[in-house]
């Protein structure tokens, strides 16, 4: 079984490159999809979904004073709850056979699967670049940067909730992509003899 | 001009990848050369300035109390004379045309010469096992353990004396690669095609 995940700083292309090695490979690519799917069975609009991954989580570390827990940790209850179903999902799409997944941790889920996981990245001023070019609105580059930097915050801290390897951490992933001044279609054949040989290689 | 930098953990296989690449390019390695010729300059044996290289070096950072500068930066003058030289001996052999760098911070010093620079890690198991495999001595596990965090941290320490950017921080590669449990050989096709691309995408 050939699983393919791909982690990535918003507007590094992440997803561009997950569509493109998926159609290069002839399989399916997981994205938006598993948010529709965990929508679906909570009977919420996936935009709900969406808000809620994307949102700010308060995670208080417990510490100890004296060996007795001191501060308990608080959660969001629906965040927990979409993190459990996504699991669930996630785990289904990938026993149906190869495929690529963007996002949602799913090197972490997976990983009794020995997934190949990359991680996708690029210089700040690229990836202003990249979400200038696909914004429809007006935002500014300053919005822009500002939602760029909540949003990789929320997937680092998602991430936390499930596991102790960090999010961006280089030794969590097989690969790591810098995609600054690249055209991601170009590295895209060579990316799947990579990961063909790193399959063979196993 | 294509010229390929590797910076490495020591023990993840970053001179055979550079070694086996530049083969595969049938372009020359510069890796010990880099020594032998800085050693010559400056009328010494290999062995001292490869010594002078792993030294710890004790960088004492500048604090400043109430605006005054209050502690000075040491430094061994061998280290600084080396690492001058080195840079010298790195740029020319750099404009003799396409070659791979091992080491040595190139990828900073060959900066204006846009080198595409790779960054090559392995789990702390794993790098034990390629030490242990090519070990001719009877260094214990703990013995190479030490070593090899020594070497990195001086690897560190010499990056920082040229510049600010981070030993092993990925914003500063355009690819890293994970050795962790593969055979170097079966990705250097695709890594050769990778790097093609990457060139011809800029």
Redesign the interface.
Known sequence: MKIITIGREFGSGGRELGKRLADALNIPCYDKEILHEVAKIHGVETEYIDQISQAEISIVYPTTIGGTLYSPIYYNKDVIDNLVTEQEVIRKLAEKGDCVFVGRSADVILKDMNPFNI?V?A?EESKLNRCLKRTSSNETKKEILKEMKKIDKARANNRHLITDSKWAD??T??????T????IK??I???V??I???F???
Chains 1, 2 share one sequence.
């Not at 992933?173 to 810098?178: K, Q, R």
């Open positions: 991680f990245y210089s280089k030794s992933y097989h690969l790591c992509i810098n600054t001044n690249i055209e170009d590295i054949p060579s990316l003899n990579y063909e040989s790193w063979n290689s196993k």
